[in-house]
């Protein structure tokens, strides 16, 4: 009789009574996905569980079973004595594999025997799934959002993640999905996470929040780089009252310029951007601007962008917008001085707009 209890409880509150929540699903899966806060212990890596499974196949389910048994035991054994070992005995830690099979049940066997109060996610990961996404695509959400809006270079994100610091709770579209929300927006270095990891890391930080309280969120498109975002949230984006930062084209370059250094000290980065132009610039427009790249002039490419691209994009889509607009707000988004009182203003309108923040 297996020592551990079951539960399929997914939700936040359920999940703080837990000191760990172990993964023990392959490095594969849960780079793909995992809950977030999930640790990685897995009981078979990728190859390992490569060959189980091809063993499996060709050969017999017995002889796959006792060298994965003996895979496990020695995994298993490797993280007791080293991920495992400074955990006391009051350790109460919840593990989950694919669908709250025999990986889990042979962690949580052998951890209950050690002592630990252990609790095995029934269902496993896609218990966990089906919670995210009725949360995220079936069930309305009483979300209380204020979009910060604006053109391209008007130092929104930097704004939003000032906004903590006065008390007001924001969701940072852009950071979860890793990706500045453009068409130069990838970060260099560094990929998207996967749909799934997207949705898990906006769900685990809706979880986070007051849901009685306002959040700001920066306006963005339905796509953030290649993440979809979900259609609760977006619904409530697009119903949304926002506040609107407008700064002159000539200071939004300039910020541009900085904000954007990895990328303009990119040249293929930059080739690869200028080739996924809705509109493909001519061969002449392609050489004026890899001249300014080869002169470090980083800020007249970037005019010269919001000019073509960036500004008509955004103007098409404010005309579209049917929410209201509470304020508009000028700054001059290089002065740490005006990107402080905007904060400072934002933090009173929304106060003014929910009746406090």
Not at 188 to 193: I, L, S, V
Not at 214 to 243: F, H, N, Y
Not at 276 to 295: D, Q, T, V, Y
Request: charged fraction near 20%; aromatic fraction near 6%.
């Amino acid at each position: 009789m297996a020592g551990y209890q079951t539960t399929q409880a997914v939700g936040a509150a359920d999940l703080a009574v837990f000191d760990a929540i172990i993964d023990v699903r392959s490095p594969s899966e849960f780079a793909l996905d995992h809950v977030p806060g999930a640790e990685n212990l897995p009981v078979l890596d990728d190859a390992q569980r490569a060959e189980v499974g091809t063993i499996y196949v060709q050969e017999s389910r017995f002889l796959a079973r006792r060298i994965g048994a003996a895979h496990v035991a020695r995994n298993i054994a490797r993280h007791l004595e080293t991920a495992l070992a400074d955990r006391p005995a009051s350790f109460r830690p919840l593990i989950y594999c694919w669908r709250g099979g025999q990986r889990s049940d042979a962690m949580a066997t052998i951890l209950s025997q050690v002592g630990w109060p252990v609790t095995l996610l029934q269902g496993g990961y896609r218990t966990y799934r089906r919670h995210v996404t009725a949360r995220l695509y079936d069930e309305d959400q009483p979300l209380k959002l204020m979009l910060l809006d604006g053109h391209t270079g008007s130092a929104k994100t930097e704004i939003l993640n000032a906004l903590p610091a006065l008390g007001v709770q924001v969701l940072d579209l852009e950071g979860l999905a890793e990706h500045r929300g453009s068409l130069f927006g990838a970060l260099a270095g560094r990929p998207q996470p996967s749909q799934k990891m997207f949705e898990s890391r906006l769900l685990g930080a809706l979880h986070g929040l007051d849901l009685d309280r306002p959040i700001v969120v920066e306006a963005e498109a339905s796509k953030i780089g290649d993440r979809m975002t979900p259609p609760v949230l977006w619904r409530a984006m697009q119903a949304a009252p926002r506040i609107v930062l407008e700064a002159s084209q000539e200071h939004r370059a300039a910020y541009l310029a900085s904000a954007y250094g990895d990328i303009a000290a990119d040249p293929p980065a930059l080739e690869a951007a200028f080739a996924r132009l809705p509109i493909p610039p001519s061969r002449e427009r392609l050489e004026a601007w890899r001249s300014l790249i080869a002169a470090g002039d980083f800020a007249a490419l970037a005019q010269a962008l919001i000019g073509l691209h960036y500004d008509p994009a955004y103007d098409r889509a404010a005309r579209k917008a049917d929410a209201p607009v509470t304020a508009r707000l000028a700054l001059d988004p290089l002065d740490a001085g005006s990107r402080a009182l905007t904060a400072q203003q934002i933090k009173a309108l929304v106060t003014d707009a929910f009746g406090g923040v």
